[in-house]
Nanobody, 124 residues
Framework: QVQLVESGGGLVQAGGSLRLSCVIS????????MEWFRQAPGKEREFVAG????????LYVDSVKGRFAISRDNDKNTVYLQMNNLNPEDTAVYYC?????????????????WGKGTLVTVSS
C-alpha cells in the first residue's frame, strides 16, 4: 500500500512563505511522477504543480508560476512545494499525489495515489 504523508501547512500572512513536504512510502520513489493539487472551500480540486519522473519536466498552473516551486529529494523519498508571496486566494487544502511510471497529468482522476492533505491558510 503506497502512502503519502504531507506536512508543512499552517497559517501565514499575505506575502509570506511556506514549504510543504510529502513523504512517500516507496523505495522506488524516483519512478513516481509527483504532483501537488489543492482544494479551496467550495471549489473543485485543482492541479498546482508537478515533477515528471522520467524527463524531470516541471509544470505549474498559471496562477502560481513565479511564486511556487516543486522539487524532490529521491534520497529522502520526499517532494516539496516551496510557496512564496502567498495571497489569500492560495488558501486551500494541499494534496500530494503520485503516478507510477506515468507522465505528468493535471486531472484528479489521472492520479493513482493521494495523501490526506495539509491545510494552508493565508490571511490578508
Amino acid at each position: 500500500q503506497v502512502q503519502l504523508v504531507e506536512s508543512g501547512g499552517g497559517l501565514v500572512q499575505a506575502g509570506g512563505s511556506l514549504r510543504l513536504s510529502c513523504v512517500i512510502s516507496e523505495r522506488t520513489f524516483s519512478s513516481y511522477t509527483m504532483e501537488w493539487f489543492r482544494q479551496a472551500p467550495g471549489k473543485e480540486r485543482e492541479f498546482v504543480a508537478g515533477d515528471d519522473w522520467s524527463s524531470g519536466r516541471l509544470l505549474y498552473v498559471d496562477s502560481v508560476k513565479g511564486r511556487f516551486a516543486i522539487s524532490r529529494d529521491n534520497d529522502k523519498n520526499t517532494v516539496y512545494l516551496q510557496m512564496n508571496n502567498l495571497n489569500p486566494e492560495d488558501t486551500a487544502v494541499y494534496y500530494c499525489a503520485a503516478r507510477y511510471r506515468e507522465p505528468l497529468a493535471t486531472h484528479v482522476e489521472d492520479m493513482e495515489y493521494w495523501g490526506k492533505g495539509t491545510l494552508v491558510t493565508v490571511s490578508s
